[in-house]
């Protein structure tokens, strides 16, 4: 290695163990790193102390509800693909107290909730999951009202995106032009190389701040020969999706078939538990509750994630407007697919596959769209 300094747009190589210089760098300037870890059988993102918190050599497997670790032949520090969590978590918050009340001697006092969440350093975000930001941005920070836990959460966010060297079961970014090689968004982009016995990270650097940090980890040039093995592997990648949808058309071929028979086919199976919705990196739907403690002297308000996939959802004086499992499904999906692109300007799908690997009954959005598209009047017999 030398003392030559990059650049933001340049590309460089690191060797895998300075993923930890990189880790601790981020800490030192107060960051709190967090990543992909291993947790009661899943890969989920927690706070990184080093990159011994990192799964080295693991992968899983996923399919239509179906999850599961393995061991793989080598020490890949990212070789599987998402998990059921989703930086939603971080930036929206399944949980926030919005505010506080206190019974004084002159009746109820507000006390307002300070926002001071961590300045937090995500490694690992795939190109899906830049996506999926991407939209939460612009529901939480671009429409007339600007959300303050999100913006909060957001702000200083140092992003590390990772370049997929792999494609899980139920990945369909490829179809949804949100993957799997990180385009934008990111301050720096790896992509793991493990390969005739070295281990070592092809860098992008998205931004000047990357390049800063960049500056404290020992690193070279990138060969014309790493990067080209570095584009190899995301080719490799973006050809083995388990799962493609054909999106043309998605949104006037949903608007048209409002009374398709695979709505109810698809009602007899889904048991309206929500879990799609919950592990969505783009689903935002809110409830709010408030509670008092019994001497009636402390309340609360707290804002949870909700789901349309419940009754209350979508509750008015007399009853639920949505009161079938047909009709939750239909307007879910509808929504990611086809209502989204006219409310944000995009589709609500980034094509991650959670939805498809923890649905209890593995039913298949991309599945979905297909059996629609298949049978719709007019709609091309795809395979
Ligand atoms: S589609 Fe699957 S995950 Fe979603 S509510 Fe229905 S059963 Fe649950
Ligand atoms: S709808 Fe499913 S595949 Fe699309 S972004 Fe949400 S969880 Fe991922």
């Known amino acids: 290695m030398t003392a030559y300094r990059a650049q933001s747009g340049e590309t460089v190589l690191i060797e895998a163990q ?38 080295a050599g693991w992968t899983d497997e996923q399919d239509g509800g179906t999850y599961r670790l393995k061991r793989r032949a080598d020490n890949a520090l990212f070789g599987y693909v998402v998990g059921p969590h989703s930086w939603k978590k971080y930036l929206h918050p399944p949980a926030v107290r919005l505010w506080r009340a206190e019974r004084g001697a002159n009746g109820f006092s507000i006390v307002a ?12 975000v795939r190109a899906c999951e830049l996506h999926g930001i991407r939209i939460q941005d612009k529901v939480f920070l671009e429409g007339a009202h600007t959300d303050p836990t999100y913006s909060s959460h957001r702000a200083n966010v140092f992003l590390v995106a990772l370049n997929c060297g792999q494609a899980g ?21 790896l992509t793991e190389i493990v390969e005739q016995g070295r281990h070592r990270f092809v860098v992008e650097i998205g931004t000047e701040r990357g390049a800063e940090i960049l500056a404290e980890i020992p690193h070279e040039p990138a060969g014309e020969s790493d990067r080209e093995t570095a584009k190899r592997i995301v080719a490799e990648t973006a050809g083995h999706m388990g799962r493609t949808m054909d999106t043309a ?24 538990c929500a879990n799609c919705t919950m592990v969505c990196p783009t689903c935002f739907c809110s409830t709010v509750e408030d509670v008092t403690d019994l001497t009636g002297e402390h309340a609360e308000r707290w804002r949870k994630w909700d789901s349309c996939f419940t009754m209350d959802f979508s509750y008015i004086h007399g009853g639920s407007v949505r009161a079938t499992a047909k009709s939750r499904y239909r307007q879910w999906m509808t929504h990611k697919l086809g209502t989204w692109i006219d409310q944000f300007g995009s589709s609500g799908c980034v094509g991650c596959g959670r939805c498809i690997t923890w649905c209890p009954v593995g039913i ?12 719709a009047p007019g709609g091309s017999p795809e395979s």
């Open 249 to 272: 058309g998605i949104k006037e071929l949903l608007y048209s078939n409002y009374d398709h028979p695979r709505w109810e086919q698809v009602a007899q199976r889904c048991l309206t």
């Open 364 to 375: 298949d959005i991309t599945e979905e769209v297909r059996a629609i598209r298949k049978s």
């Open 113 to 124: 909730e300070k926002q001071e969440p961590p300045k937090y350093a995500f490694l690992g």
């Open 169 to 189: 079961g139920t990945c369909f970014c490829a179809s949804m032009n949100t993957g799997p090689k990180a385009e934008s968004g990111y301050d720096l982009a």
């Open 18 to 55: 300075q993923l930890d210089t990189l880790i601790q760098t981020l800490t030192r300037r107060g960051y709190e790193v967090v990543g992909p870890t291993i947790c009661e059988g899943a890969i989920v993102y927690d706070r990184l102390g080093s990159a011994k918190d990192l799964p």
